[in-house]
């Protein structure tokens, strides 16, 4: 069984949710506090032990790869500042990961830059992480997908369950359970509508490829929204290929749009010490003040 060590980030995205913010600055790069998104993925990945790291990226998004990047003037300023904490903190990030960055120049769809990736990944299976979605203890998961990929050699997808309403907002698989939160996936629709869709089970944003998914990719024709969908090419794979999916249990913060976005910031501020308690402070007075103005209406 051939090991995963390597992991395609689609980032070219317009971010057109977020607009006019993604203007000039990339959506990943979006705070969750004082981290940005792409860090927390590029993280999990690292805990699960996929070091390489290969990013799609297109125009307006050199953030990125300054993040990963080493800042020297950055570095002597803090030095001379004194402030060891945070310059520990720079380094760490600079050193986090070797990436290799991959320009997508036309965005035509995620699975199109799946296959933009292809010389970079080379013929061996390798993951794909969306950078929307954090996952709760996220390397957990990884680490349970390599463990269905080292049993089975094929690829693996991991679920999550949504709300009926939610189903057209994501790729739905239809599956069979084959044991306790393994799965097999006999078929995949994207962004159904709740009539057609053919379960309330999710595709999350994180899989694992063998390298047949490019051979399939380059057969997709655009299909919804007239992209090239990676759940279609998905749907191609699985007419030669069996796909596995993983359940994933733990709680899912997106961040692909304003409203999931803020939820998500808050969730992330109140896990912190030294924030939760002003801001727990401060939504209580505003929340009084608000139910004050309504009372007085
Ligand atoms: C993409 C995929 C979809 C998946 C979703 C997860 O959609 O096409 O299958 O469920 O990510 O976030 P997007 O959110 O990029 O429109």
Redesign the pocket.
Known sequence: MEVIRKAVLPVAGWGTRFLPATKAMPKEMFPIIDKPVIQFIVEELLDAGIENIIFVTGRHKRPIEHHFDINTDLERHLEEAGKEEILENIREISHMTNPIYVRQKEQLG?GHAVLTSEPAVGYEPFFVS?G??ILERGSEALKEMIEIYNRFGKSVIALFEVDREEVN???IAKVKEIEDGVYIIEDLV?KPSPEEAPSNL????RYIFTPKIFEKLRETKPGKGGEI???DAMRLLLEEEAIYAYKFEGKVYDT?NPIDYLKTVFEFALQREDIAGELIQHIQELISKQTQLIDRS
Do not use: R, S
């Open positions: 995620l969306l929307d979605i907002k994501y790729g994207e999710a595709i999350v944003g969908q990676l759940t692909g």
